[in-house]
């Protein structure tokens, strides 16, 4: 196999990549096209848009009534009224009609006593009462928009009226996009049931085509390509020569040695910038070819778009002489810690919440290869290159991704993960459109410390005393001591050992695994399932030391799952719903219940009783049901309020 | 004439019609239809998405490197070192590969050395180690979005990674729109230099198609329909058997004779609200026919716009599930103080500039038939219905239709209009896209105290002392005193009588007036032609008496000229430009200095700067030397600067 590698040239800084690429490409401003203005809706003005003709053109009745020559009604009051005779010293007008020639006022339909062909006024017009006067919203001759304007409803509406038609305007940029990567399939190619392990769907190209009209531009999607040096060249180079504004090459950006994107633009064109200090999108490179500016961009999801969204897209942009479209920021305050690397800027993806009207982020995972941790996400916190991490007490600025708005009206759930929470999500949604929820999922323990710092409406919990064998109530006394909260049952649960289909290691019980050859995957410390776990080990006599495995753990009872089906792991334990969901074997080790902590400041608030209706409705409980694994014999109960 | 008028029924708030409308159609959802992924953006969900594969579906190496079984490298250390065999237990991986079966960890290319076949290690490997486990970011069953999620570029790819490669979402509502107007002319038929007074260029459907785009609808305008109850019922009837889902008919929804919208909907169905407590907008009404949605939507191009903006367009938005979208907001002062009539809700079209760190905002023109005062807003103040004004004391909330970074990126000229500002407008924009002009005009003394009460960046001024004949410096003194500012030439301009073509009147000069039979239009009170006006009357030993016409004002010098050209006056005293756009006939009377008063505080920020240094460029001089009636000899120079 070959091992040459490519080298980073010397790695940028995001200030420093963009400045070299708008340098580069300063010049690279789209062409002129004319337009109808109907049809030049969000395309940006080549020239200046001057009016050619006033509106209104003429002198226009403003009310309906009668238009007069105001001088003909000085004098007139209620003690001496003045008569004016229809068709000769009044007329008749509808709002927007031309004032008859000799007339310059209109006098209002509600003032009048009409008796035939006479009309009694009882109080004079002035002169030009209730007339739009010509000219009086454009003047020919009048700059209605610049260059560079963007054309929105309102623009055409305005151009329309200033007798402007056509327009010049930049032509959109074209862009192709050429996805290469031998492990990859194009989704047209694949199908769900007969996807074998190591198909991979390109998803890429469609991001990043979407992300190209979202900026303007319009893009094609070429074939896609294996880890061909010659093959991707070739494309490349028929690209360029015919006549795209970008070309974007996705996967083989980064120095491996089926990295193809380097040696391609080397050796055809220059290459200027191969490395950006920034995480995700690090391996991003861009060079000229021919004078084509040509991308090599990432291949892990949120790498690609990280690089698109700060070099492709602003260029891109630039062609059209469009205005970079900055997301709205609003500060927040992270619910805890964030360690981060010197010397890289990080975009960090976290959910948001609005509690007690303060905005409280959460991480999500970081990894570059996670397309969920954006469509998960609220907001991006930037972590500039020259900060080690922020801290809990800080106010950062996060850029939006959601409105704020609908920010503040989600409910924020954190604690526990169950799949039944994204059964309610979507229940919610439907019974209430203006409820969100949000949940992120640190474990049962994780939950009541986030309610304890104020950093969400309430907690999924699941937490057992080994006392008493109660859930819950002994672990609110105990940590949340002086906040006073509901305990509301959400679903009982089985949980037990997820296990191969077909058990083939034959496993009866916990107590199976003590021989230490199998190998078990475990949950989170902090969560109500690893609490569970060593509380019936300690019944069983065993400890940590007899269970290989012991230390893996995984944050939601579907990675569990997912490990055993990957045989990762021999089992784990977890609730039967996602062994359910797999297709895996399940034995059932305790019923217990998983409960909603709500703090009482926020227990009478719209969303969540909204939320809670919705909990203890007939569609709610038979969805749940379905599932298998649950019972919901206490489902929306309140079981227990603290002082 | 008929005067047979209809009658509003009782007068609804917003809030009142709003709910009114919402409730009569909740149950109005457009249909399902099935799209693949990559043709979904923007469209809303109508089921829920669940990933069909996990992602990645098989554990997947994070790195390039060697993947190995990590117990085969228990032990390795710099001092005992251990040797791994290419093709047995040790395999070559680039990043995103499938780990060969059998192992479970690998190791990077950049701690290994190579030699041949045989690799050393010095270090163990841990399990799991720079891989990418399977379902790291997507489990198989796992709801990737909820229904009611709109698509975007990111949830694209979630799909297409999840092994979604269809979904269900909701048809885009098909709206059908209706001008009507005996008075209106399609714009197709229309071409500038052939449109005589009275033509009137519809524009309104244009306009609303196009938010109706924006508010994820399509739309189909039809054919313009004269002011004829029949037509328009027949083709209001058709549409509502031809499967629209909901018609707008603009105009004709007052209370006219020739209004046909309410007689239309109430003939073929049912009226529920007929005018809405909102200005502009107050005429809009809808109701029923059959089960489709109908709206009269009022003719004036803003009330048509507040009227959809308000009532149609969440409709539509309500009939795809899609959240509503509102504005940002930002606190702003109005730089003057604002009345506003009780029992009505106003949207203010107001411009705003953000002056020392602070949002100041200008009140544009209020009437609803001027659709440039939405184009030139840059946010709109909501007064409410319980609200007298808003003093200029009070931060109020403006939402916002430019972004606010845009908006502090716009230096702010306030004061007296001159048409080179428009040009300069357009020559910074060039120069300098990153920097905005945002001019309003007040006439020179409202720029004098705009600069007093720090509501703008620089004022445009051309104020003649009668005393000596010096511009500005004298005022500066007097009104800016303790604030330090730069007066700055932009251009010397003739000012003189503004004439109809041939001047038929015989006008040799102002003496001329005196006689009383000639009309004159005026300039409002503190503008520097008004000024220049009553310094040349006293000159001539003439009082306001004797000008017929004297108290008649407009805002600008374009308005004065559109006066002579449309015979509404015989003259006005305006610049040359002005009457040469319009093809007017000039008498100069003066050659004044219009300057630019910029205060010290802003002189040196870089927006000015720019805004300078485009003043003194060649290409602005040839520019204002090409409208004619300027002189360039003293652009750019700084005449005055104060202590």
Redesign the interface.
Known sequence: ?N?K?NIYLDMKSIEEAQACLFDAFKDHITDVETLD??RA?ERVLAS?AVA????????AA?M?GIAVEAEDTFGASEDSPKTLEIGKTAF?V?????LPGGT?AVIM?EHLN?DGDSIEIEAPAF??QYV?????????????????HQI???????M??G?V?QVEVRKKPRVLIIPT?S?LKQ?QD?S?GT?V????????S??????C??HGAEFRIHTMLRDDLETIKKSVADAVSGGYDMVMIIGGS?????DFAKPVISSLGEVYVHGVTMMPGKPVMFGRIADTPVFGIP?Y?VSA?VAFEQLAGPLLRRMQ?L?D??L?TAGVTPARKVASKLGQEEFLRVKIGSVDGKLMSSQLPR?S????T??EADGIIRIPRHVEGISETETVQAHLLR?L??IEKTVVITGSHDNTL??L??QV??NH??TGISSSHVGSMGGLMAIKKGACHMAGSHLLDPEDGSYNVSYIEKYLAGIPVRLVNLVMREQGLILPKGNPEKIGGLEDLAAGKLQFINRQPGSGTRILLDYKLKELGLSPNDIAGYE?DEYTH??V???V??G?ADTGLGIKAAAL??GLDFLPVVTESYDLIIPETYYRSANIQALLETVRSDEFKARVLALGGYGVEKTGEELYRSA
């Open positions: 196999m091992t590698r203005v109907v809706k200046q050619a003709i006033s509106s209104p053109n003429f002198h403003a309906d008749w509808n709002t927007g009609h031309a310059n339909i009409v002169p030009w739009r006067k010509m000219g009086e919203d454009i003047v020919a001759t009048q700059l209605l928009f610049p260059r560079d929105n409803a309102y623009s055409m509406g305005a329309l009226s007798g038609f990567g492990e989704w694949c769900p996807m392990p190591g198909d991979v769907v390109e998803s890429n469609t991001v990043l085509g979407a992300l009209e979202d980064s120095a491996g040695s089926e291949g999801p778009i002489h205005p479209k900055p709205p990894g290869g996670s397309i969920t954006l469509t409105p708005d609908a994204d059964l999500t979507d949604r439907q459109p203006r893996n579907m990675s799952a997912v490990a089906l990957s990762r969901a797999l």
